[in-house]
Each structure stands twice: as C-alpha cells, then as structure tokens.
C-alpha cells in the first residue's frame, strides 16, 4: 500500500492552486468570495447637495457597456448660484467625463468591469444648498448573431432573427423613451420650483408695495392738512 502522507499533500496542494488559477469576471466582497452586490442598472431621484458641499455615488458597468448620466438643477436657496460641478471616474480613479453647468449629460463606453464613481460638487454656493434631479445607469447590448460561430448562426431560423432583431429594436426605443421621460420630469420639476419662487417674490414685493403707498398717502395727507392749519393767536380776528 501507498503511504499516506504524499497523497494528502497532494490533495492539499490541489485544493490550493485550483482557486487560485480560476478568474473572477466581477470585483469580489473583502468577507467573501462571492461577487460584489452592484444594485440596480438604473436610478433616478433627486438629492439636496448643502453648501461648498460634494455628493459622491457609485454604479456598477460591465465591460463594453454604454455609460450615461443626466443632471439638472432644479431649485437653489435664495439667491444662490445654481451651477454644479459634476465628474464621473473609472474604477481606477481616472475622470471619463466632466459637466459644470445648470442641466447636462455625461455618456461613455465602458472600458473596464466595475464600480463607476458620480460627484457632485456646490462648490460655487458657501451658504446656500441646491437640489439636484439625477438620471443614471448602464445600457447593455443585446443578443449579437454576428459574434458567435458560423455553426451556431447557420442554426437560427430567418423567423427568429427577424423577432429577435424588431425585439431589439423595440428595446432600445423604450430605453430612449423613458430617458426623454425623464428628462421632461427635470424639467417639469424645474420649471415648478422656478413658478414657485416666482410667485412668493411677487407675493411679498406686491404686499411691500402697497404698504408703501398706503404710508406715502397718508404722508401727504398729513402735509397737506399742516398746510391750512392757522396758527392759534391771542389777537381777535377782524
């Protein structure tokens, strides 16, 4: 019989080099070695960003994915500027894109598979905070027929490509639909806080200007009163 002890270092020294040469497609959690949870492929919300202060978030891409991101500002505290300083860097820290401005977008091509970084920076306001409506996410390309082998192509049904293709099509029509969607919702959101603004300034300017010309009335009434006002004297009148 074979000893023993060469087969179970065998065994061992298996069991280590065999995790070590497989690849890992995704970045993987510190705790364990299952991958990273990377949340959803879109998100759209608004955030409120305080004075000289910056927001950061994070969207998961694969590699060969088309990155976009849409911002407007919608309102800013009194008479606050409501430019934003927004860049978006790779998962290697290097900027793919910079925006500063009141409304603007930011799309690329992803060259790398992971963590996709999105600040915010009020860096123009000290005092004065500003909210932001966000729109971002990855588009992935669907089914693609001219990448797999002849054999496997020869195998689809005219039938089938031609579904599978108008299915596409379809979905990449819905994609800009919801994005002009929520565009128009930037806007909408915009323009309301603007309306709203507008209207509480010329509530209060009408209020102070009919206070104004309320006092400046009776001002001139009282002059005018103080005019034929006779001066009291122990002289008879003739």
Not at 83 to 104: C, E, I, K, W, Y
Not at 192 to 218: D, H, K, M, P, R
């Amino acid at each position: 019989m074979l000893p023993l002890a060469p087969i179970v270092l065998t065994v061992v020294l298996l069991s280590l080099l065999g995790p070590a040469e497989s690849r890992k497609t995704e970045p993987l959690s510190e705790a364990s070695d299952q991958p990273l949870f990377h949340g959803a492929d879109r998100y759209d919300f608004a955030i409120v960003i305080p004075g000289a202060g910056t927001e950061c978030f994070w969207q998961f891409a694969h590699q060969s994915s088309h990155f976009y991101f849409s911002y407007e500002v919608q309102r800013a505290s009194g008479m606050a500027d409501r430019h934003v300083l927004v860049t978006a860097s790779d998962p290697n820290g290097f900027h793919v894109g910079t925006a500063q401005d009141v409304r603007g977008q930011i799309n690329f091509s992803t060259k790398e598979t992971g963590f996709y970084q999105l600040c915010l920076s009020n860096r123009h306001n000290r005092f004065g905070f500003v909210q932001v409506y966000l729109d971002f996410g990855v588009l992935y390309e669907g089914f693609d027929t001219e990448n797999q082998p002849e054999t496997e192509r020869k195998e689809l049904n005219n039938t089938l490509e031609a579904i599978e293709m108008s299915t596409h099509k379809l979905q990449g029509y819905i994609f800009h639909m919801w994005r002009f969607y929520n565009m128009a919702r930037m806007r909408k959101g915009a323009d309301y806080f603007l309306l709203e603004v507008n209207s509480y300034y010329v509530t209060w300017w009408s209020a102070a200007q009919s206070c104004v010309i309320l006092f400046s009335g009776a001002l001139q009434l009282y002059f005018l009163k103080r005019l034929f006002n006779a001066p009291s004297t122990s002289k008879p009148r003739c």
